[in-house]
């Protein structure tokens, strides 16, 4: 069996500049290090990061836990913490918690219990788990959650503007001539989903149209369950929005959907935008104007912060957390035509 004794005599190093190089604990020159790799893979040697982390105390793991892996937004972000976490030689555990708060407090425990030495949290959209969270951190493991920020806990966080991301969309479908636009909304119990309400709300005060409570759509994060809302409210033409925007992906699939259901064309019916990028953006027609989140920086700068609070151990501030608000992008594209457009 490949030793580390065996894979520093074949790169020509110290056990010493091996174990660095396995555990990124002390910098090492670029050639060493790929002298080390390539060692490694001739002699496929398997570091026993278990016998490690008992001794040292330190997995070099950390942990995210998501709502929804098909959701495209939160692939991406996992991608960006995991190249933060790769760069410094940790490793990242991703699990899915279905956006269920049970299954949410089960796998922050299992996170816990696997002794990852922080944890990256999109909180589910049922009851937050505040004093798990809590309890987590005073046991000298920090959390930085992201996208979705729990309230009432001092915690570290990563997330777009909401409110200015939201208005910048509901701003542009106004410019483009539609006074009379409805907003779709995910569960308003969490509270991204109600700072891009009042983003929705700012955007219409600020260009001195009327805030109808009629107009104001409640959903969840199912896209058959929004389409059967919205389909109702659109079957009306005299009492139709003239443009709909929407707050998250899951959303925006539903009011899509119960455009089909209703036979409306967009935008010659009825214009759309959406906050997050679809699936499959590309093959829709009309391609879809959307609010952008940058989601793999929103990973990469919250694993960064993790590693962060790591280095300055348990004795870390999380009285004064950190709050990182990154800027969004709009996108415009064909859906959100003007009123009267033409095929």
């Keep these: 069996m490949p030793t580390i004794k065996k894979v520093a005599e074949l790169a020509g190093v110290s056990v010493g500049t091996v174990s ?9 020159s670029e050639p060493l290090r790929l002298k080390v790799r390539a060692a490694i893979r001739d002699l496929n040697y398997q570091p026993n990061h278990v016998a490690r982390s008992l001794k040292t105390s330190k997995t070099r793991t950390l942990g995210i836990l998501v709502p929804d892996l098909t959701i495209t937004f939160f692939p991406q972000v996992i991608r960006g913490a995991e190249d933060a976490a790769r760069e410094s030689g940790y490793s990242l555990i991703a699990v899915n918690s279905t956006d269920d708060g049970d299954r949410q407090k089960e796998l922050l425990s299992l996170l816990h219990s696997q002794r990852v030495e922080g944890i990256l949290l999109v909180v589910a959209s049922g009851p937050s788990p ?24 001092p915690v570290d966080s990563v997330s777009v503007e909401d409110a200015a991301a939201a208005k910048m969309g509901v701003d542009h479908l106004i410019a483009m001539g539609h006074r009379r636009i409805a907003i779709v909304t995910g569960p308003i119990s969490l509270k991204n989903e109600r700072r891009r309400l009042d983003g929705y709300k700012q955007a219409l005060e600020g260009a001195g149209l009327e805030v109808e409570d009629e107009l104001i759509w409640h959903g969840n994060l199912r896209p058959e369950d929004v389409a059967a809302v919205c389909a109702p409210r659109l079957r009306g033409p005299l009492s139709r929005p003239g443009a709909i925007f929407s707050t998250n992906g899951p959303t925006a699939l539903g009011v899509l959907r119960a455009f089909r259901d209703c036979g409306l064309r967009t935008p010659q019916d009825i214009a759309f935008a959406t906050f997050d990028e679809l ?38 501030n999380v009285s004064q957390p950190i709050t990182i608000r990154l800027q969004a992008a709009l996108k415009i594209r064909e859906s959100s035509g003007p009123p009267g457009v033409k095929p």
Excluded at 20 to 28: D, K, L, M, R, T
Excluded at 130 to 153: K, N, Y
Excluded at 293 to 312: K, N, T, V
């Design 279 to 316: 699936t499959c953006d590309d093959l829709f027609t009309p391609s879809v104007t959307t609010v952008v989140q940058p989601a793999r920086d929103i990973g990469c700068c919250a694993a960064r912060i993790l590693l962060r609070r790591i280095e300055e151990g348990p004795a870390q």
């Design 20 to 28: 660095h190089v396995i555990n990124g604990s002390v910098p090492v």
């Design 130 to 153: 505040l004093a798990q969270i809590s309890r987590i951190m005073e046991a000298g493991i920090p959390v930085v959650c992201l996208d979705r920020i729990p309230d009432r806990v």
